[in-house]
């Protein structure tokens, strides 16, 4: 049934879906097609039940499908879906943003993480009047031209070394940088974007003071930092990656979890820089849907569902796991390292803990993933269909989830040794 499906969607979808990283082109085989999820479970058209740690690739943070959001989407959608007018939702949200992440005191609302990217780096350049930015490898910000040299996740796990249709002319104005390294900055540069907890080529971290000393290099030159916290952000703790290692960027993107499984991205930042947004300032941004009411009951609602408790949960059913797979593995003489910060973590075939693109794609690359993949797959866990991807464990993940999987995984690691 999934493969009717398949090439039921092939014949009117490029690949068949709607954004690279579900297809199963990296791990072969073909996409399980979901028709429902509840908690930590997502079922699938052939009535098969897998434990889901791909979760929306994050925004499910609080598991799928909570009576809380879902009451909030059916009360907002009965006032209508979307005005082009100010709402006192909106009001909440950014006030919601604004408490828990100190140093944001302006937001706009967008519609996706990609907005967010891209506007930031467009307000970056209105700010300082300067063109260049910097990027490092292997951080993904989604797909807006300038951003999409040397990205993760699916970036990296359909071989593409960036896009074709990005005109030289697009990217001539950025610079990609390893990882793990501080990059020689200039008064030509606006901006430097990263992802502070690199988590879309794998969970690769940054080394002790990283953040800080890029922090310091930034202001010698008056580049402004972004932080990219599409992923981090309300995730890693209450106030994201700048309060988790306490350096403050100068914009911040958000995406994913804020939205509560619908269409949110949000850039923020202090009040001077945010005043250059128009209608205020005159760098340019728009968006039919932004601020969509349906998307900022959803965001409130999840939001509302985070506190100091759930992170605490969140980290300790992400080290269970992470210990978990770590000793399966070990127990079953595979190479792999299981890097983990919070919340977060991600699997690499290998026996060192990559530090920069170059390493982890050398790790991701190894054929080992695949196998693992569909051992897990068939078994009844869903792990994401390529190597770069983190795991997303959420608040629905139990103990007894936690280790129903770490069980399937030693069956999967003993048939992987077998030959
Ligand atoms: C997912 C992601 C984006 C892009 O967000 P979309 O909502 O998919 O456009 C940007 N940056 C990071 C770090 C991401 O993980």
Same mark, same amino acid.
């Given at each position: ?6 090439? *039921?969607?092939?014949?009117?979808? %490029? ?5 690279? =990283? ?11 097609? =979901?028709?429902?999820? /509840? ?17 929306? @690739? ?37 006030? !919601? ?37 910097v990027k490092f490898s292997g951080h993904y910000h989604g797909h807006a031209d300038s951003l999409l040299a040397a990205g993760g996740s699916g970036v990296a796990n359909q071989g593409i070394s960036g896009s074709s249709g990005v005109p030289a ?6 610079? =990609? ?5 501080? %990059? ?10 990263? !992802?502070?907890?690199?988590? #879309? ?17 930034? /202001? ?13 952000? &309300? ?9 988790? $290692?306490?350096?403050? %960027? ?16 949000? $850039? ?15 760098? @340019? ?25 759930? @992170? ?10 992470? /210990? ?31 530090? #920069?693109?170059? !390493? ?8 080992? $993933?695949?196998?693992? &993949?569909?051992?897990?797959?068939? *078994? ?7 190597? @770069? /991807?983190?795991?997303? %464990? ?24 077998? *030959?």
């Amino acid at each position: 049934m999934s493969k009717e499906l398949l090439s *039921r969607a092939e014949l009117v979808m %490029p690949g068949g879906v709607n954004s690279p =990283v579900r297809s199963f082109r990296s791990v072969g085989g073909t996409p399980y097609f =979901v028709t429902r999820a /509840e908690g930590p479970h997502i079922w699938d058209s052939e009535g098969n039940r897998y434990i889901d740690y791909v979760m929306s @690739y994050g925004p499910a943070i609080a598991g799928h499908c909570p009576p809380q959001i879902i009451d909030a989407i059916q009360q907002a959608s009965g006032n209508g879906t979307s005005y082009g007018a100010p709402t006192l939702a909106e009001i909440e949200m950014a006030e !919601e943003i604004s408490v828990r992440v100190d140093g944001v005191d302006m937001v706009r609302l967008v519609s996706s993480g990609t907005e967010a990217t891209m506007t930031a780096i467009r307000l970056a350049r209105g700010v300082t009047g300067r063109d260049k930015i910097v990027k490092f490898s292997g951080h993904y910000h989604g797909h807006a031209d300038s951003l999409l040299a040397a990205g993760g996740s699916g970036v990296a796990n359909q071989g593409i070394s960036g896009s074709s249709g990005v005109p030289a002319s697009a990217v001539a104005d950025t610079i =990609v940088t390893p990882w793990n390294q501080i %990059p020689e900055l200039d008064k030509s540069i606006a901006a430097l974007i990263l !992802e502070p907890l690199p988590a #879309n080529m794998g969970v690769v971290p940054p080394s002790e003071n990283f953040l800080k000393d890029l922090r310091i290099a930034c /202001e010698q030159h008056g580049v402004l930092l972004i932080f990219d916290e599409v992923i981090t952000g &309300f995730r890693l703790t209450m106030g994201g990656a700048s309060q988790w $290692y306490g350096v403050q %960027p100068d914009l911040w993107c958000f995406g994913k979890v804020i939205g509560g499984g619908l269409p949110m991205g949000a $850039y923020g930042g202090s009040r001077e820089i945010m005043s250059h947004v128009a209608p205020l300032g005159d760098v @340019y941004q728009a968006g039919t849907l932004s601020g969509n009411p349906i998307a900022t009951a959803a965001g409130l609602a999840q939001l509302k569902l985070l506190n100091a408790s759930t @992170y605490i949960k969140l980290e300790k059913t992400a080290e269970r796991l992470a /210990e978990g797979f770590a000793l399966v593995f070990k127990d079953a003489g595979i190479d792999a390292v299981v890097p983990r910060v919070g919340p977060l973590l991600s699997i690499f075939f290998t026996d060192q803990q990559p530090s #920069n693109f170059d !390493e982890a794609q050398i790790a991701a690359e190894n054929g080992v $993933y695949p196998e693992f &993949f569909h051992h897990m797959l068939k *078994r009844g866990v869903a792990l994401a269909p390529g190597p @770069y /991807e983190a795991l997303f %464990p959420s608040l629905a993940h139990t103990e007894e989830i936690i280790d129903q999987t770490i069980g399937i995984a030693r069956d999967a690691a003993a048939e992987m040794t077998k *030959r």
